[in-house]
């Protein structure tokens, strides 16, 4: 085999920015990609994490994301998700291309948030509110900043050192962002919810009106972020139900708690096609797991770009 075509993180961001990936998998749910018929992902226990296997067919390119979950990476001066992508052509499954799968992630999930944004949060000007200082807050300010305008910016989280690194470099970028609390939810438009918390991470019950939620950061069946009075009175979305009703804490919680109908799940292509949409006034929660579809129509969209 000839030595692959290797998209690092700079060529992955230069080549597909937020805007551009946002219309990518907005094009392709408008266009019928239903993510409950995707491939579905598998996870491996290892000594000091978990090994995740995300396979995805679709639009001439076939492709596979192997990520690494290592939990005490930060305390090393590490990414916590790592990840490397192989893209492939359909037809023969014939290697073609490797990714950054890392900055992969770090584009393709605020990205599918901004396409659930941009069909629940009302029109104008927005106020956004991150919880969370890692590479998915950076990312989802650019991503929701591609489908709104933001009249401010709040950063909270658990170290206040990286909350107050990630505004400054979000001023530096051009943005209006401030160090903020979890108690600013009640003044936001627009909360993002980017932890590997396990437990609720804000009151959701100074969400009011039509306020929209998105929760990315826990991907298992104990972990939330969202409490369940709030999940209660919401138009929630998801990528798949399936999908939901396997991982995502979030949903299942309340479900078990009989505070949420599983029948009430809306998934997102029906959100986006128009064919579900939430009540006047009524709060709007997105809660995406993360799905290996979203990876390869981004990567297929860098790779079309760059060539």
Same mark, same amino acid.
């Given at each position: 085999?000839?030595?692959? $075509?290797?998209?690092?993180?700079?060529?992955?961001?230069?080549?597909?920015? *937020?805007? +551009?990936?946002?219309?990518? /998998?907005? /094009? +392709?749910?408008?266009?019928?990609?239903?993510?409950?018929?995707?491939?579905?992902?598998?996870?491996?226990?290892?000594?000091?994490? #978990? &090994?995740? /296997?995300?396979?995805?067919?679709? =639009?001439? *390119? +076939?492709?596979?994301?192997?990520?690494?979950?290592? $939990? +005490?990476?930060?305390?090393?001066?590490?990414?916590?998700?790592?990840?490397?992508?192989?893209?492939?052509? !359909?037809?023969?499954?014939?290697?073609?291309?490797?990714?950054?799968?890392?900055?992969?992630?770090?584009?393709?999930?605020?990205?599918?948030?901004?396409?659930?944004?941009? =069909?629940?949060?009302?029109?104008?000007?927005?106020?956004?509110?991150?919880?969370?200082?890692?590479?998915?807050?950076?990312? %989802?300010?650019?991503?929701?900043?591609?489908?709104? @305008? &933001?009249?401010?910016?709040?950063?909270?989280?658990?170290?206040?050192?990286?909350?107050?690194? &990630?505004?400054?470099?979000?001023?530096?970028?051009? *943005? =209006?962002?401030?160090?903020?609390?979890?108690?600013?939810?009640?003044?936001?438009?627009?909360?993002?919810?980017?932890?590997?918390? !396990?437990?609720?991470? *804000?009151?959701?019950?100074?969400?009011?009106?039509?306020?929209?939620?998105?929760?990315?950061?826990?991907?298992?069946?104990?972990?939330? @972020?969202?409490? !369940?009075?709030?999940?209660?009175?919401?138009?929630?979305?998801?990528?798949?139900?399936?999908?939901?009703?396997?991982?995502?804490?979030?949903?299942?919680? $309340?479900?078990?708690?009989?505070?949420?109908?599983?029948?009430?799940?809306?998934?997102?292509?029906?959100?986006?096609?128009?064919?579900?949409?939430?009540?006047?006034? #009524?709060?709007?929660?997105?809660? !995406?797991?993360?799905?290996?579809?979203?990876?390869?129509?981004? =990567?297929? @969209?860098? %790779?079309?770009?760059?060539?």
């Amino acid at each position: 085999m000839s030595a692959l $075509p290797f998209y690092d993180a700079d060529q992955v961001f230069g080549t597909v920015d *937020f805007a +551009a990936a946002v219309h990518a /998998l907005d /094009l +392709a749910l408008r266009g019928g990609l239903d993510p409950a018929a995707a491939l579905g992902r598998t996870f491996a226990e290892v000594e000091n994490g #978990q &090994l995740l /296997l995300m396979p995805a067919e679709g =639009a001439g *390119f +076939a492709g596979v994301k192997l990520a690494t979950i290592a $939990p +005490a990476n930060p305390a090393r001066g590490l990414e916590r998700i790592q990840a490397i992508y192989v893209l492939m052509d !359909s037809d023969t499954l014939t290697p073609i291309a490797l990714f950054d799968g890392t900055a992969l992630t770090t584009l393709r999930t605020p990205a599918i948030s901004a396409v659930a944004v941009d =069909a629940l949060a009302p029109a104008g000007p927005a106020t956004l509110l991150v919880i969370g200082s890692g590479p998915q807050a950076w990312g %989802h300010v650019h991503a929701v900043a591609a489908v709104r @305008e &933001l009249r401010e910016v709040i950063i909270t989280g658990r170290s206040a050192e990286k909350a107050e690194s &990630l505004v400054e470099t979000l001023r530096g970028e051009g *943005f =209006a962002a401030r160090v903020g609390s979890a108690a600013d939810a009640a003044g936001a438009t627009i909360i993002v919810c980017a932890t590997t918390a !396990s437990e609720p991470v *804000f009151d959701g019950s100074l969400v009011s009106g039509e306020t929209v939620v998105v929760a990315v950061g826990s991907h298992e069946p104990f972990m939330r @972020e969202i409490d !369940s009075d709030l999940m209660a009175r919401s138009f929630v979305v998801v990528e798949d139900v399936a999908s939901a009703l396997r991982e995502a804490g979030d949903v299942i919680i $309340p479900i078990g708690e009989g505070a949420l109908d599983a029948d009430a799940l809306v998934p997102i292509h029906t959100l986006v096609t128009g064919a579900a949409r939430p009540a006047p006034g #009524q709060p709007r929660v997105f809660k !995406s797991m993360g799905m290996g579809w979203e990876d390869l129509v981004v =990567a297929a @969209e860098v %790779h079309r770009r760059a060539r």
